[in-house]
């Protein structure tokens, strides 16, 4: 009798890849973001990425990040934890995480304290100074959301599509 595989990945590693993996669908040329979403269970329950609302097309709005706000994304792209939870069709996220490849801004902070999410696991927290960021946290704080940074493994995981 053989003993089971050792090298499997963790929850952690397989929903961030996922999360990972989600936000590479992304057209932004600056700034892919992916989401997980996952219950209690460790199943997954949603996934979304950064990018226009449906019938809006990414040929005919804007991708610049700088210059008049009309001419901006800024505006138009849905973020990767709204999609996430829009695309969402069960009866409810409540006491679910989600997996985040950027640090959730103060708007899909209140999406996901509204949803009922529960735990935020990020990758990356690049603007964290900046006071979208801050207004997150305080947020997160106070909704008694936790929040807590991905510890990358080191461990290289290779595809062939």
Same mark, same amino acid.
Request: aromatic residues 14%.
């Given at each position: 009798?053989?003993?089971?595989?050792?090298?499997?990945?963790?929850?952690?590693?397989?929903?961030?890849?996922?999360?990972?993996?989600?936000?590479?669908?992304?057209?932004?040329?600056? +700034?892919?973001?992916?989401?997980?979403?996952? $219950?209690?269970? #460790?199943? @997954? !329950?949603?996934m979304?990425?950064? %990018?226009?609302?449906?019938?809006?097309?990414?040929?005919?709005?804007p991708?610049a990040?700088?210059?008049?706000?009309?001419? +901006?994304?800024?505006?138009?792209?849905?973020? $990767?934890?709204? #999609?996430? @939870? !829009?695309?969402?069709?069960?009866? %409810?996220?409540?006491?679910?995480?989600?997996?985040?490849?950027?640090?959730?801004?103060?708007?899909?902070?209140?999406?996901?304290?509204?949803a009922g999410?529960?735990?935020?696991?990020?990758?990356?927290?690049?603007?964290?100074?900046?006071?979208?960021?801050?207004?997150?946290?305080?947020?997160?704080?106070?909704?008694?959301v936790?929040?807590y940074q991905?510890?990358?493994?080191?461990?290289?995981?290779?595809?062939?599509?």
């Amino acid at each position: 009798m053989s003993e089971k595989r050792r090298d499997y990945i963790s929850w952690d590693e397989y929903f961030m890849g996922v999360a990972m993996l989600s936000g590479m669908r992304s057209k932004d040329p600056s +700034t892919q973001v992916g989401a997980c979403i996952v $219950s209690p269970q #460790n199943k @997954i !329950l949603s996934m979304g990425y950064n %990018g226009f609302p449906m019938g809006c097309s990414d040929e005919d709005f804007p991708w610049a990040r700088e210059g008049d706000p009309f001419d +901006t994304k800024y505006f138009y792209v849905a973020h $990767s934890e709204l #999609n996430a @939870i !829009l695309n969402y069709r069960g009866t %409810g996220l409540d006491g679910s995480k989600i997996y985040v490849s950027l640090f959730p801004c103060n708007e899909c902070a209140k999406a996901i304290i509204q949803a009922g999410i529960r735990t935020v696991i990020y990758a990356d927290d690049k603007y964290a100074k900046t006071p979208a960021t801050q207004a997150s946290k305080r947020m997160f704080d106070a909704a008694g959301v936790r929040y807590y940074q991905y510890q990358p493994t080191g461990r290289k995981v290779e595809i062939n599509l």
